[in-house]
């Protein structure tokens, strides 16, 4: 009796499967890529690039990138486009580019009373590394959805990135449905790895526009705690600092935030980072301690003004710029300072009180500072 065997089908060579042209932004990580297809973490569908391919194509982390792949081997098999060029090879490299003071603004004012404030006492240029340190409930949201809105109204030219670490998933949809810009969120149910990732890879991305030429505007919130993911990372046995803080984990997030700079011969890249604190953890007191001298502009929100109802609740004392004489002409920044004064000999709630009513009182920032020259 003859027994006979079912031959099994060849398996389908690589040559045979249909070219797909995908896009999405390289991760790397361990010297292998992915192209992470469906945002800023992983997801099923990322294809693979290999370290050779990564080398062969001349491909940096961040990198927008248009390929051709074969499914379901998920591998590169041709590059159309970087970033939106076709000609990427020669790019310049940011770590190699020469930072410089920000000198063109980034004009902050709309009708919201939120962004005149800051218009007025923290300028922003492009840039700019700005920490808006902020207490529990002093509405630190509303601030970075109204700066958010002002960069998109004013200065469509700029590329906006909004990237959220360890956020409710509410607030998340909410300021992806408010704000027209990338969103890069990490919920507050996720991995600290997650965030991390998520981050790492955005502040990478924003390299990458800035060096070709582009102005990129980051929002991050927050500093504090993706500065915590990382601590919760640390593999411990190192320096330990007050609160519980490994000494390496304060160095990826100062990285982050000293990634902002303005470019001579290229774009920049602004970050405006929240830092929480009155948290009632040491913790985060000492992230606040590290990273307050470190930026260029600062604006503190106070949460006794926001208990008295008053918003924006910015303390005007604490809050400004550093070299503010090169973003404003010589006339702005005599009357802003003279405001100052003003407000400087009244107590933090009346100040904040004369100011917002009389900047609604008058339609523009300009039409305010003609009311301070002429009084």
Not at 119 to 124: G, I, K
Not at 272 to 280: D, F, K
Not at 304 to 330: C, F, H, M, N, Q
Request: charged share 30%; hydrophobic share 35%.
């Amino acid at each position: 009796m003859t027994t006979q065997t079912t031959a099994k089908p060849p398996r389908p060579r690589e040559s045979d499967a249909p070219v797909e042209t995908v896009s999405g932004l390289l991760d790397v990580h361990d010297k292998t890529g992915h192209l992470r297809v469906g945002g800023y973490l992983p997801r099923p569908g990322d294809v693979r690039v290999p370290h050779s391919q990564i080398r062969q194509y001349g491909l940096r982390p961040g990198d927008h990138v248009v390929a051709e792949t074969r499914r379901p081997y998920e591998r590169l098999i041709g590059v159309r486009s970087v970033n939106g060029s076709e000609s990427w090879r020669n790019r310049a490299d940011f770590a190699d580019m020469t930072p410089v003071h920000p000198r063109d603004r980034l004009r902050l004012e709309t009708e919201s009373v939120t962004t005149r404030v800051v218009d007025l006492f923290a300028p922003v240029g492009k840039g700019q590394r700005g920490l808006i340190v902020a207490p529990p409930k002093a509405g630190k949201t509303t601030v970075l959805r109204d700066l958010a809105d002002a960069i998109t109204r004013n200065h469509p030219e700029c590329h906006l990135m909004v990237v959220l670490v360890g956020e409710r998933p509410e607030e998340v949809t909410e300021m992806r449905e408010s704000v027209r810009g990338e969103v890069a969120a990490s919920t507050f149910d996720r991995a600290d790895r997650d965030h991390t990732a998520v981050a790492e890879l955005a502040v990478e991305r924003a390299k990458r526009l800035a060096e070709t030429g582009h102005d990129v505007v980051v929002l991050l919130d927050s500093l504090t705690r993706l500065a915590r993911a990382y601590n919760n990372l640390a593999p411990g046995g190192g320096r330990t600092l007050a609160g519980g803080l490994d000494a390496a984990a304060l160095l990826p997030p100062r990285r982050f935030f000293g990634a902002a700079r303005n470019l001579r011969d290229g774009g920049s890249l602004t970050i405006l980072a929240t830092a929480l604190v009155e948290t009632g953890s040491r913790m985060d007191d000492s992230l606040f301690e590290e990273f307050k001298g470190t930026g260029n502009m600062e604006l503190r929100l106070s949460r006794a003004l926001a208990d008295k109802r008053l918003y924006p609740a910015v303390d005007l004392d604490a809050s400004g710029t550093r070299r503010e004489e090169i973003l404003l002409d010589p006339r702005e920044l005599d009357l802003t300072r003279r405001l100052r004064r003003t407000l400087g000999g009244l107590d933090r709630q009346r100040a904040l009180e004369v100011l917002t009513d009389r900047l609604r009182e008058t339609p523009s920032n300009a039409a305010f500072l003609l009311r301070v020259q002429a009084a």
